[in-house]
């Protein structure tokens, strides 16, 4: 007799899901029998991937900031797993423009927060709910070449770490996935920067996909889809300066490319 699995008929969201690690997810949940909100801002990728996946999966195109009323009611008033995918892959340096602070910052850590907000007193009432939160490498790292996202990139994180820690012994349970390079379109548009750093090591969206779930069953905070990170994130930590420099070497290593 086949297990069931954990996540059948629960009922997920998973926002930035027209494409990349969002769509992904989305098959994945479907696959282990979950109903699927499928949310983006272009409403043809949401219906493109809610048609591919069938019957478990219900397109809510719109503003990852403001899906949650609209996700639940589409769920039957009940959403036991969110995903806070969508993101914004700024590039530019410390002089980008004030428009490119303000959209990263608003997209990757405030949509995050709003979401929380919106489903957090359901949540605690029931003392059960799952928040995964797609954050990057870049959030326990940092990325060259890209201020605004390795900033905003540090806040979700942060935000992600809050949550788990308040709320974990009340039932709410908080994963932060944190890849490298994954073969998506925001890898493509990240330029010299990710082809010098993330390319080479590059994985697809469903290995994502996987490293959740198998994070999820081991109830751990931290995904690392590409485990070295572990490595680089404890450098960081405990030789900050030496860290730092190897990073400017790669930082010069790009300037001169």
């Given at each position: 007799?086949?297990?069931?699995?954990?996540?059948?008929?629960?009922?997920?969201?998973?926002?930035?899901?027209?494409?990349?690690?969002?769509?992904?997810?989305?098959?994945?949940?479907?696959?282990?029998?979950?109903?699927?909100?499928?949310?983006?801002?272009?409403?043809?990728?949401?219906?493109?991937?809610?048609?591919?996946?069938?019957?478990?999966?219900?397109?809510?195109?719109?503003d990852?900031?403001?899906?949650?009323?609209?996700?639940?009611?589409?769920?039957?008033?009940?959403?036991?797993?969110?995903c806070?995918?969508?993101?914004?892959?700024?590039?530019?340096?410390?002089f980008?423009?004030?428009?490119?602070?303000?959209?990263?910052?608003?997209?990757?850590?405030?949509?995050?927060?709003?979401?929380?907000?919106?489903?957090?007193?359901?949540?605690?009432?029931?003392?059960?709910?799952?928040?995964?939160?797609?954050?990057?490498?870049?959030?326990?790292?940092?990325?060259?070449?890209?201020?605004?996202?390795?900033?905003?990139?540090?806040?979700?994180l942060?935000?992600?770490?809050?949550?788990?820690?308040?709320y974990?012994?009340?039932?709410?349970?908080?994963?932060?996935?944190?890849?490298?390079?994954?073969?998506?379109?925001?890898?493509?548009?990240s330029?010299?920067?990710?082809?010098?750093?993330?390319?080479?090591?590059?994985?697809?969206?469903?290995?994502?996909?996987?490293?959740?779930?198998?994070?999820?069953?081991?109830?751990?905070?931290?995904?690392?889809?590409?485990?070295?990170?572990?490595?680089?994130?404890?450098?960081?930590?405990?030789?900050?300066?030496?860290?730092?420099?190897?990073?400017?070497?790669?930082?010069?290593?790009w300037?001169?490319?």
């Open positions: 007799m086949t297990p069931v699995s954990a996540y059948q008929d629960q009922r997920v969201v998973v926002t930035g899901a027209g494409g990349g690690i969002g769509a992904a997810l989305a098959h994945r949940f479907a696959a282990e029998g979950a109903t699927v909100v499928v949310n983006d801002l272009d409403p043809a990728k949401a219906a493109a991937v809610a048609d591919a996946i069938g019957a478990r999966a219900i397109a809510v195109p719109g990852a900031s403001a899906v949650v009323a609209e996700a639940r009611e589409a769920l039957g008033g009940t959403v036991d797993v969110y806070a995918n969508a993101g914004l892959a700024s590039g530019g340096d410390a980008a423009d004030e428009a490119v602070w303000e959209a990263a910052w608003d997209t990757n850590v405030m949509a995050h927060v709003r979401a929380a907000r919106a489903l957090l007193p359901d949540w605690l009432e029931r003392g059960a709910g799952r928040f995964v939160s797609t954050v990057s490498a870049a959030g326990l790292l940092t990325m060259i070449g890209a201020a605004p996202y390795s900033v905003t990139k540090h806040g979700a942060a935000f992600a770490e809050w949550l788990s820690l308040t974990r012994h009340r039932g709410v349970q908080v994963h932060a996935i944190c890849p490298q390079g994954v073969r998506t379109d925001m890898l493509t548009a330029g010299s920067a990710g082809e010098l750093v993330l390319a080479p090591t590059a994985i697809e969206p469903d290995t994502v996909a996987e490293a959740l779930f198998d994070g999820m069953e081991k109830g751990r905070f931290l995904i690392l889809p590409h485990p070295e990170v572990a490595d680089y994130h404890a450098a960081r930590a405990t030789d900050p300066d030496r860290w730092l420099h190897s990073m400017n070497r790669l930082q010069q290593k300037e001169g490319s």
